[in-house]
């Protein structure tokens, strides 16, 4: 099974601000709906709670929320009390692919312990306030397998490229 995480990222590394977006980038929405549509997603808790309640679970995927917290309830959804434990329910229900969808705890675990395999990138190419952020990866372990610039536009006030990035193992 692949683990894949996928994000946007601004120059600075931040990802998000007080639970949200710094951002409203259409076209990197359409990128990842149609990325994740029809595999297993993991999410933080507090990550899951900050998609509005409409959008929640997320539809057309399986979302496994992780939490420390044994009694949360996430209707819709699957939770999980491990990163590790979310990925062996994925790779149990035969999963090819899974995606990691942050937030910044979650994304700084899987790659501290060394799970992702790929990285979906969305590099928004601005610097952001902030306050999570996503890891830094060293270069010399990833290679840039494909890249898709964006000029910024009326719907797009940044400018951005989507950039595929695979392990080195």
Known sequence: MIVSAIAAVA??????????????????MKFFTRTTRGHHIITGRKNYE???????????RVNIVVTRNSTYAAPGAVVAGSLEDALLLAKEAGEEEVFIIGGGQIYREAVEKD?????????????????????????????E????????DDLH?????????????
């Open 115 to 143: 799970l992702v395999d790929r990285s979906y990138l969305t590099l928004v190419h601005a610097s952001m306030r902030g306050d999570t952020y996503f890891p830094t990866l060293d270069s010399s372990d990833w290679q």
């Open 145 to 152: 397998t494909s890249r898709n610039f964006h000029e910024a």
């Open 157 to 169: 006030a940044h400018a951005f490229s989507i950039v595929t990035m695979e392990r080195v193992r």
């Open 11 to 28: 120059d600075n590394g931040v990802i998000g601000r007080e639970g949200d977006l710094p951002w409203h980038l259409p076209d990197d």
């Open 50 to 60: 900050s998609i509005p309640d409409k959008y929640r679970p997320l539809k057309d």
